[in-house]
C-alpha cells in the first residue's frame, strides 16, 4: 500500500510557474511508475504526464510538452512536476498517483494509489 501526499499548489498569474512535489509512503517507492493527473471543474480527470521507475523516460499531455516537466527523487521518495508558462485553462486539482506493472501510462485506470490532490489556480 503507497500512500501520496500532494503539496505546492496555490495561485499563480498567468505566465507563472509552480512547483509540485508528491511524498510517498508505504512502499518501495523506486518500484512504482509515477504519474500526475489534473481535473478542473465540471471536467472529466486528464492525464499531464508520467515517469518510469529510474526517472530517465517521461511522457507528457501535448497541453504540458514544453512547459511542464515530471522528475523524481527515489532516495527521497517524492515526484515533482515543474509548471511554467501558466495558463488560466491550467487550473485544476492536481492529482499524484503511483502503479505497480501499467509502465509510463497516461490511463488513469492503470494507477491502483492515488494522493488527495492540490489545487493550482491560474489567474488571467
Known amino acids: 500500500q503507497v500512500h501520496l501526499v500532494e503539496s505546492g499548489g496555490g495561485l499563480v498569474q498567468a505566465g507563472g510557474s509552480l512547483r509540485l512535489s508528491c511524498a510517498a509512503s508505504?512502499?518501495?517507492?523506486?518500484?512504482?511508475?509515477m504519474g500526475w493527473f489534473r481535473q478542473a471543474p465540471g471536467k472529466e480527470r486528464e492525464f499531464v504526464a508520467a515517469?518510469?521507475?529510474?526517472?530517465?523516460?517521461?511522457y507528457y499531455a501535448d497541453s504540458a510538452l514544453g512547459r511542464f516537466s515530471m522528475s523524481r527523487d527515489n532516495p527521497e521518495n517524492t515526484v515533482f512536476l515543474q509548471m511554467g508558462s501558466l495558463k488560466p485553462e491550467d487550473t485544476a486539482v492536481y492529482y499524484c498517483a503511483a502503479n505497480l506493472l501499467g509502465g509510463v501510462s497516461a490511463r488513469a485506470p492503470q494507477y491502483q494509489y492515488w494522493g488527495q490532490g492540490t489545487q493550482v489556480s491560474v489567474s488571467s
Open positions: 515517469i518510469s521507475r529510474t526517472g530517465s523516460d517521461t
Open positions: 508505504g512502499g518501495t517507492f523506486s518500484r512504482y511508475y
